[in-house]
Nanobody, 120 residues
Framework: QVQLVESGGGLVQAGGSLRLSCAAS????????MAWFRQAPGKEREFVAAISWGGTTTDYANSVKGRFTLSRATKNTVYLQMNSLKPEDTAVYYC??????????????WGQGTQVTVSS
């Protein structure tokens, strides 16, 4: 099956930037979309951004639109560039993948998550 590994999380001050990476390994395929979700303490997991397999189509949550950029660097790697970070962005960020695309699908493959903490 597909294994997803996130990296790039850490502690950053408000207004700063981080770049998260999601690398897929194991049994991988060309035609799958990838997405990022996040879960803050005491809150439900929420959609952040999604990208199609070809990298030509993206979707962003309103809360991050204009600040976050999702790109597909290789067939098996995506970057989430996070700029102008706010304390409200503090959460565990999860990479997800499936053989589809969008924010409203149930993703079958998930990473373990990477912690992003934004201080004020």
């Amino acid at each position: 099956q597909v294994q997803l590994v996130e990296s790039g999380g850490g502690l950053v001050q408000a207004g700063g930037s981080l770049r998260l990476s999601c690398a897929a390994s194991g049994r991988t395929f060309n035609n799958y979309g990838m997405a990022w979700f996040r879960q803050a303490p005491g809150k439900e997991r929420e959609f952040v951004a999604a990208i199609s397999w070809g990298g030509t189509t993206t979707d962003y949550a309103n809360s991050v639109k204009g600040r976050f950029t999702l790109s597909r660097a290789t067939k098996n790697t995506v970057y989430l560039q996070m700029n102008s970070l706010k304390p409200e962005d503090t959460a565990v960020y999860y990479c997800a993948a499936d053989f589809s695309f969008g924010r409203n699908i149930e993703y079958h493959y998930w990473g373990q998550g990477t912690q992003v903490t934004v201080s004020s």
